[in-house]
Each structure stands twice: as structure tokens, then as C-alpha cells.
């Protein structure tokens, strides 16, 4: 009787981020279709041995994917929108890549955030679909790690109801139709696999974490009983990550063989189902007991302790522990970073390091290593956690005092008042959302610093003359209230982190998050304070060269977090109060240097949305107090902005509300109508900036599209309450396009205000 260990999928982006170099090249036609395949070829099964020497039982197979794996399933069931579709039945490379990123004349499909993680997904579009086997690439990939490898993976494929429900362009009656046209296609992909010699498929369904309806049951029972019946003798394992599953007594009953379950994001309810309603003796429980999603180590004593807990319920033999979902949202391996303060990188474990882990637990339930050990592992975590990084008295005092914070500010209409006599501003005020290009050559300066090719002061001189520039710019161009442009940030999450305490970088972190766009979350391994100022002289600086407003621009604590990998020992709510504190110490210091707008960003509070309806609560009120933490200790004549980068506002604009800032400005130019009506019907009374252009894409727009986006929102808003301002930051915009579509956005303001 033995235990087995399992994966679930492995980082995509290789140790060096090979696999965006290599696509990156592809995509720029230096490299050939041949080539790109071996290279990618060799970068597959370079993560298929790094397994199998990690003695993983059942290594995924699939997984990786050249952009996403969403859109895989899309294509090798021939769902392609229309746009994209060609006569021949096999998909091209060049089509699978015209969908994701677009061509000549045909935009790209959608992309969306896949359930609550940073990664982006491809939307499938079905309208008018027509499923088709194309080619079974899993087969294709089973066989090449069997040949080359000798390994008999678990192949692994995004199961029918997730696909639908992630996919758009239909309704329901197409919906049921589709399902019952994709299951012979799913069918005949896993007979091939079973003919090869395949034993265990994995089939993801993490929508069944989501509150999901009664209709879901009957497509469970007939997509599973289909599957059971048609490809009798292969082993499948329905696989749910992210939260607890709904409907457990039902899932438990499918006929499948495994039922793969998340124990470490389900805050203890899969536990509590496996309790209470037990577990089929004949189903293999896939435990996912070390957590896919973060960056430290487990606390593996306390793994076996909760793996205890659940032989209560299932045999050993029928036992199979792996992370609790797929390794994609984490990087590659800890051994790259040479650079971290020992306490910090001893406590760390990325995607080789979780495999270590599920290996020692297994071996632990095979009697191949003692407690001991285990603990053993944890003393790394226990010294960061005894360190005084995580013990910083300052803080300490503060979180006990956390209900001593004002969190309120003056009557909104009070304050508009005392700002309109403080600044002065015409109506329809004209603005930026903060970021002005962030051109080559400030790129390049940036990591000359960086490099110490530039000193300190050589390199604060290059910015300054650069927010010199652009004050000027904005001054000839006629805006109200001027922005020092970001210069000195890569990123609007990275700076901040590296000025905070308690926050570090890595070097090598990078997680995918869309296509071939990397990111690297700063790291919350600490208490979190400031010890000087972080934005002040340079917001200081460009204030002193115009007489125009300056705002300053920070990032609000719940996007940091929502950005960040977040240390495990305490809860989330604690660590947005520690960086909330962090953050209204800097809006104190900018309004004792007399900066009187702020603008605290927060882009990603929508993100951060719980996937359970009844969690949404919680977590908005800790994001909305954490906002006013942060904010709300300034004057009266004190003007706060806000800035979100979306348009879907309906289900939390009391929340948006609730933060109580002067001026929101929030991206619509890209689906106007629903979101003024989500402002008007709430009766919405503070300061709107709606995004009048579109900054994704380099296009100049005219005076007239701007001024019937204007047009549209004065039809519902106040033009008391309405700003003019872009859509979200110009940083990766060019200089001539930003200068030209902001002088046209000045005239179309000017031009209104003419009128009123
Ligand atoms: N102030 C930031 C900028 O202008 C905001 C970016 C964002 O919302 N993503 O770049
Ligand atoms: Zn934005």
C-alpha cells in the first residue's frame, strides 16, 4: 500500500524565461516554424525530466501550451471564431497566434483573468461554432514523453463545462447543444490516449468552485457518465483548484475515479465536506496540500497533520498528494536567486521546490522519512517567521492600535466646496492618469543606474530634466492638473516595493501572466513600513516649475497586495493595513510639502473579488478601509484621486463609492454606456473622470469621437462632477501619438466649456 504523488502543471516560461524568448522570437519572424517547434520541444521535455527526477508518480501532460491553455482546448476542438477560420480541419501555428494576438485587419479574441489569479486566459468565441476534432495534440504530446522520456504521463485537458462556461457568444440552448457536440470529440481524444497506454486523464473543471447553478448537476452527470461508459478503462480525475467545491456530495458520486481537491485556498471546507459526507471508497482523493499559488515553504508538519485527518476518511492506498493546483503562478526554481537575504530565500519555495515538498510528504506516508525531517524542512520558515523582519516593533504597536486610525473624512459636499475655492479648476478639468512614455532611452538610463554605470546623482538629474520636459509639454498643451510622469517606476507595483520595508524583489521571479508577458510580483516577507519618503522630491520637484496642480501618484495597499506574493503567517487583511499605514504616512508627507491632489491608484481592486459571492463582502470591506486608512488623514482642501482600470463597476460600486475619494477616474472608452449608467443609477456624487480615449492602442482619435464620449456622459453626469482625462497611464505609449491625442483631448474640453 503506498501513497502517490502527483502534479497538476508546471511553469510554462522555463528557468531563464526561454519560452518568451523563443516565442518572442517566433513572433518576429526570427526564427522558423521548425525551429520554434525544437526549441520548444526541448523546453517541454526539459520540464517533463526536472519531474520525473523530482519522482513525481503522475506528471502532467499538455500543460504547456505556446500562449494559453484555454485557447488550446479552443483550437483542437476546431472552436475558432470566425474570423479566423480557414477551409483546411488542422490549425495552423499562424492561426493559433492570430487569435490570441490578432493580424492585419482581425482583432484579437478577448482576454480575460482566469478566476481569481493574475494569469489571462483566452475567451473563446462561439458563435456560429461548429466543434471539430483538429488534431489530438495530447496524444501527440503523451506519446512524445513516453518515447522520449519513458514516461506514462497524465495528460490533461480543460473539461467541457469549464470551457463552456468560460466562453462567450452563446446562450443556453446553444450552450446545451455545443456540450452535447464536444462530448464525442473529448471522447474520441481520451480512446486514442487510452489505446497509447494512458491510465490517469486529468480533467480540469475548476468552475465547479464557483457558486454554480442547478443546470450544472445534469451537464456533470451526463458529461461524466458519457466519458465513464464510452472510455471504461482509463482512470479520470476531475480536477478543481482555487476554493472548496460546490456540490460535493454530487461530485463525489460521479462515476470517475479520482476527484482532485484544493487544501490550502479552501479555508478548510474541503476538509469539512470529506468529514462530513465521507469520500467513496473505490475514488483516489488527488489532495492538493502545498500551495501552487504562493512562494513559501509549507509547513509540511502541519500538511501530514491536515493529510491525518483526511486518512480518517480515505485508504492510503487510494491517497495521492500534489500542490494544490497548477505551478504556473509561481516561478521556476529558488536556487537562481543569489542576490536575497539568506533569512528571506530559505524560506522560499517555487515550483521545484513545491515538487520537493509533495515528494516528502509522499515519502513520509511511505515511511521514508520521519517527522523529524519534516520538521527539519520547517526551521527555515520558523526563523524568518522569529526574525525581526517579521517582528518590527513600530508596526507591532500599529496593527494593535488599528481601530486609533481616523478612517473618516469631512462631509463630501463640505469638501468639494473648499477644494473648488483651493484650485480654481474650470469645468471639465483636464488631467492624466499619471505615466507619460516611458521612452528607450529612460529605460536604458534607468538600468545604467541600476548597473552603476550611472551615479545616484546622474541619474536624478536625467529625471528631473525628463519631468521638466514634460511639465512644459503639459503646460503648452493646456492641461489643469499636471502629473510629474512617472519617469523613475518601471512599475507602478515594483517601485513602491522596493521602497517599502517588508518588501523585496527577486531576481528571477517571473510568473506568466498573459501570452508571453511575464511579471514579477514583489515579495511581502516582512513587516511593512516606510522609513523616509518615496515620492515626495519628485513630486516636489515638478511642483516647483508650474503653477498648475501637481498630483502625486501612489499605489493604493490593495492593488500592492493584490500584485504581490503575500507572506502566509498572518492574514491578508493584516498585511493591507500594514501598507495602508505605510501608504497615509507618504499622502501625510506630500501634503506637508504642499501637494494638495493625490492619486491613489488602485487597478487592482476588482481583481482581487473573492470567487464565492458570500466572500465578497469581507473582502471589499477590508479593501474599502484599507483605502481610507490610507487616505483619509489629509485637510479638507486636500483633493484625493482614485484611478481603476476597468469599466464593470455594477456589482461594487458601493464599494467604489465608499472609498470616499474626491475624483475617480476609471477606464470606459472601450464599453461607455453600462458604466455611466452604473454611476447614474447609484446616485454616484463625487468628482468622475471617465477615460475619454483608448491608450491601448497608439491610435490618434478625432475630435469628434471624443466629443461624443464626452456628449454621451454629460447626458447622464453632472458636468460639475466630470474630469477629462485618458483612459489609464501613457507609459507605453510613444511621445508624438500621447502629445497628439492629448491636444486633441484639450480641445474637445475646451470646446464644451465654450458651450456651458
Ligand atoms: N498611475 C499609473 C500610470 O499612469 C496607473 C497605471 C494603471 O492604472 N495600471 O501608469
Ligand atoms: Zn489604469
Not at 519560452?19 to 516554424?33: A, G, H, N
Not at 472552436?79 to 482583432?107: C, D, H, M, W
Request: net charge negative; proline share 3%.
Amino acid at each position: 500500500m503506498s501513497v502517490k504523488s502527483a502534479n497538476i502543471g508546471y511553469p510554462r516560461i522555463g528557468e531563464n524565461r526561454e519560452w518568451k524568448k523563443v516565442l518572442e522570437l517566433f513572433w518576429s519572424d526570427q526564427l522558423s516554424e521548425e525551429q520554434f517547434e525544437t526549441e520548444m520541444r526541448e523546453l517541454r521535455l526539459s520540464h517533463l525530466r526536472k519531474q520525473k527526477e523530482q519522482k513525481i508518480d503522475l506528471i502532467p501532460i499538455g500543460d504547456f501550451s505556446y500562449y494559453d491553455h484555454v485557447l488550446d482546448t479552443a483550437v483542437m476542438f476546431g472552436l475558432i471564431p470566425e474570423r479566423f477560420k480557414k477551409e483546411e480541419n488542422q490549425v495552423s501555428l499562424r492561426t493559433y497566434f492570430e487569435i490570441a494576438r490578432g493580424s492585419k485587419g482581425k482583432v484579437a479574441s478577448e482576454m480575460t483573468k482566469w478566476f481569481n489569479t493574475n494569469y489571462h486566459y483566452i475567451v473563446p468565441e462561439l458563435k456560429n461554432a461548429n466543434p471539430k476534432l483538429s488534431e489530438n495534440r495530447l496524444l501527440k504530446l503523451y506519446l512524445e514523453a513516453k518515447e522520449q522520456l519513458g514516461i506514462n504521463g497524465k495528460p490533461v485537458i480543460l473539461g467541457p463545462i469549464t470551457l463552456l462556461s468560460l466562453s462567450k457568444g452563446i446562450d443556453d440552448q446553444k450552450r446545451a447543444e455545443l456540450l452535447t457536440s464536444l462530448i464525442p470529440l473529448y471522447i474520441h481524444v481520451f480512446k486514442e490516449l487510452k489505446d497509447a497506454g494512458a491510465e490517469w486523464i486529468q480533467i480540469d473543471e475548476p468552475i465547479l468552485v464557483k457558486d454554480v447553478k442547478g443546470e450544472t448537476i445534469n451537464e456533470l452527470k451526463q458529461v461524466y457518465t458519457e466519458f465513464n461508459r464510452e472510455v471504461p478503462d482509463v482512470n479520470f480525475v476531475l480536477q478543481t483548484y482555487y476554493e472548496s467545491i460546490e456540490l460535493y456530495e454530487t461530485i463525489i458520486q460521479l462515476p470517475i475515479q479520482g476527484i482532485g481537491l484544493d487544501f490550502v485556498h479552501d479555508e478548510g471546507v474541503n476538509l469539512e465536506h470529506l468529514k462530513n459526507h465521507g469520500f467513496p471508497s473505490e475514488k483516489f482523493l488527488f489532495a492538493g496540500v502545498v500551495d501552487g499559488r504562493n512562494i513559501w515553504k509549507s509547513d509540511l508538519v502541519n500538511q501530514s497533520f491536515l493529510l491525518k485527518e483526511v486518512l480518517n476518511v480515505v485508504q492510503l492506498d487510494r491517497l495521492i498528494i500534489q500542490p494544490s493546483c497548477s505551478l504556473l503562478h509561481v516561478p521556476v526554481s529558488v536556487e537562481k536567486e543569489k542576490e536575497l537575504p539568506t533569512q528571506i530565500k530559505d524560506a522560499l519555495a517555487f515550483a521545484d521546490e513545491k515538487l520537493t515538498e509533495v515528494t516528502m510528504l509522499t515519502e513520509f506516508y511511505n515511511n521514508n522519512l520521519s517527522i523529524a525531517e519534516l520538521e527539519q524542512y520547517g526551521h527555515a520558515r520558523n526563523l524568518l517567521q522569529h526574525s525581526e523582519y517579521r517582528n518590527v516593533q513600530e508596526v507591532k504597536e500599529a496593527m494593535e492600535n488599528i481601530k486609533g486610525y481616523s478612517t473618516e473624512r469631512s462631509n463630501t459636499l463640505n469638501r468639494k466646496k473648499v477644494q473648488a475655492e483651493r484650485f480654481h479648476l474650470p469645468v471639465l478639468p483636464t488631467t492624466t492618469i499619471g505615466s507619460f512614455p516611458q521612452s528607450k532611452e529612460v529605460r536604458k538610463q534607468r538600468l545604467k543606474w541600476r548597473k552603476g554605470e550611472l551615479s545616484d546623482q546622474e541619474y536624478e538629474i536625467y529625471i528631473q530634466n525628463e519631468i521638466k520636459r514634460w511639465i512644459d509639454i503639459q503646460e503648452e498643451l493646456g492641461l489643469d492638473v499636471l502629473v510629474h510622469g512617472e519617469f523613475e517606476r518601471t512599475d507602478m507595483v515594483e517601485f513602491f516595493g522596493e521602497k517599502l520595508e517588508g518588501v523585496i524583489m527577486t531576481k528571477f521571479g517571473w510568473v506568466q501572466s498573459y501570452g508571453s508577458r511575464c511579471v514579477k510580483p514583489p515579495v511581502i516577507f516582512g513587516d511593512v513600513h516606510c522609513l523616509g519618503e518615496m515620492t515626495v522630491k519628485e513630486t516636489v520637484f515638478a511642483q516647483t516649475l508650474t503653477d498648475k496642480p501637481v498630483k502625486g501618484m501612489l499605489t493604493g495597499p490593495v492593488t500592492i497586495v493584490n500584485w504581490s506574493f503575500v507572506r502566509d503567517d498572518i492574514s491578508r487583511t493584516e498585511v493591507l493595513n500594514q501598507i495602508a499605514l505605510a501608504i497615509r504616512k507618504e499622502v501625510e508627507l506630500l501634503e506637508e510639502h504642499e501637494i494638495n491632489m493625490i492619486q491613489v491608484d488602485e487597478a487592482a481592486l476588482r481583481e482581487g473579488l473573492p470567487l464565492k459571492e458570500e466572500k465578497t463582502e469581507g473582502y471589499l470591506n477590508a479593501a474599502v478601509h484599507a483605502f481610507k486608512l490610507a487616505t483619509s488623514s489629509v485637510k479638507e482642501e486636500t483633493q484625493i484621486h482614485t484611478h481603476m482600470c476597468y469599466s464593470n463597476f455594477d456589482d461594487i460600486i458601493h464599494a467604489i463609492d465608499a472609498l470616499d475619494a474626491d475624483v475617480i477616474s476609471i477606464e470606459t472608452s472601450r464599453s461607455h454606456g453600462e458604466l455611466i449608467s452604473s454611476f447614474e443609477k447609484h446616485h454616484y456624487n463625487k468628482g468622475i473622470g471617465l477615460g475619454v480615449y483608448d491608450i491601448h492602442s497608439p491610435r490618434v482619435p478625432t475630435l469628434e469621437e471624443l466629443t461624443q464620449n464626452i456628449e454621451r456622459a454629460l447626458e447622464v453626469l453632472d458636468y460639475h462632477a466630470f474630469w477629462v482625462n485618458p483612459d489609464c497611464g501613457l507609459k507605453t505609449r510613444g511621445e508624438t501619438e500621447t502629445v497628439e491625442a492629448l491636444k486633441v483631448m484639450v480641445e474637445a474640453a475646451k470646446a464644451f466649456r465654450s458651450k456651458l
